[in-house]
């Protein structure tokens, strides 16, 4: 968290009363304007004592904000003394802002100019056939960001799994038949934002 506090220079954490805010989502890759802008959401927490980091979790701080076909947004919240406030882009398609990445914001102050870097989100769907003659297998998914799947005797199918777009990404997969014999699989990709693969999986 501590590199999120950073982004915002010299934010003064002890600042309150109205605090106005403006500025743009943008690419996290390329600082551009993203495509179907997603909302922004400002968050909060208490300042531990003699600490910048924080001890408490974040908070989102009203309901998100707004932004135009541009991403651009303004608006202005009411900031209290010893709290720490960051923005993120929140909603949509799934962007996603790193925690470390949000930008920190001075209460008590106009806040212009703020850059907020989303990733943008891509998919992959994965059309499962099962073929003649049937069979009864298991099958295991993983890389997609999370500990894997399991889908225990799937028929005809479909999967999708959300990924950052412009990064390289993989699924694995691993079939089990009733003899316990393994098929495995895997495709490396790199996917454009808001763009979905679909992989074929006969079995």
Request: glycine fraction near 12%; charge should be neutral; include cysteine.
């Amino acid at each position: 968290m501590a590199a999120a506090l950073l982004l915002g220079g010299c934010a003064d954490h002890d600042g309150e009363g109205p605090a106005t805010v403006s500025g743009q989502v943008v690419s996290e890759t390329t600082r551009q304007p993203v495509p179907r802008p997603p909302q922004v959401q400002l968050w909060q927490r208490a300042q531990s004592a003699g600490s910048l980091t924080g001890g408490a979790a974040y908070a989102p701080l009203g309901a998100p904000h707004a932004t135009d076909a541009q991403g651009r947004f303004a608006f202005s919240f009411e900031a209290e003394a010893r709290r720490e406030y960051v923005l993120r882009a929140a909603g949509g398609l799934g962007y996603y802002t790193d925690w470390a990445r949000a930008p920190a914001l001075r209460g008590g102050q106009q806040n212009t100019g703020v850059q907020v870097p989303a990733a943008a989100p891509a998919w992959i769907r994965l059309d499962l056939v099962d073929e003649l003659p049937r069979n009864r297998v298991w099958m295991f998914f993983s890389g997609f960001g999370g500990g894997g799947l399991q889908l225990p005797f799937p028929r005809d199918t479909s999967v999708v799994f959300p990924y950052l777009a412009g990064q390289e990404n993989f699924i694995y997969w691993r079939i089990t038949n009733a003899q316990g014999q393994e098929t495995t699989g895997q495709r490396t990709f790199t996917q454009a934002p808001l763009d979905t693969q679909r992989v074929r999986i006969a079995f």
